[in-house]
Nanobody
Framework: QVQLVESGGGSVQAGGSLRLSCAASGNTGSTSYLGWFRQAPGKEREGVAIIYTGTGGTYYADSVNGRFTASHDNAKNAVYLEMNSLKPEDTAMYYC???????????????????WGQGTQVTVSS
């Protein structure tokens, strides 16, 4: 079983930056996709960024494309989310998720992930 632990959340003013980290432990050998998701109060959880661990390829939601950068360190079994030019609408609980298997599309849906971290809060003030 894979365990995921996020860190790096906090409060920042609009235009600022934060870097989230997600440490994976346990049987990570079968993990093929690592994702960052977020959930704002009263809203559904949504996909933000996905990494395919096989190639390091990434996919971003339109709302964060160009501002957020996801990366993966295989040696450390960690995934990161660099968030720049933050906006108040980026305020949410951010979650790391993992799944196995290979898709012929980017698995951006919450339902496609069975392993989740506990989340880290990001608050952006205007």
């Amino acid at each position: 079983q894979v365990q995921l632990v996020e860190s790096g959340g906090g409060s920042v003013q609009a235009g600022g930056s934060l870097r989230l980290s997600c440490a994976a432990s346990g049987n990570t050998g079968s993990t093929s996709y690592l994702g960052w998701f977020r959930q704002a109060p009263g809203k559904e959880r949504e996909g933000v960024a996905i990494i395919y661990t096989g190639t390091g390829g990434t996919y971003y939601a339109d709302s964060v494309n160009g501002r957020f950068t996801a990366s993966h360190d295989n040696a450390k079994n960690a995934v990161y989310l660099e968030m720049n030019s933050l906006k108040p609408e980026d305020t949410a609980m951010y979650y790391c998720a993992a799944r196995s298997g290979v898709c012929f599309y980017w698995p951006i849906s919450v339902d496609e992930y069975s392993l989740w971290g506990q989340g880290t809060q990001v608050t952006v003030s205007s």
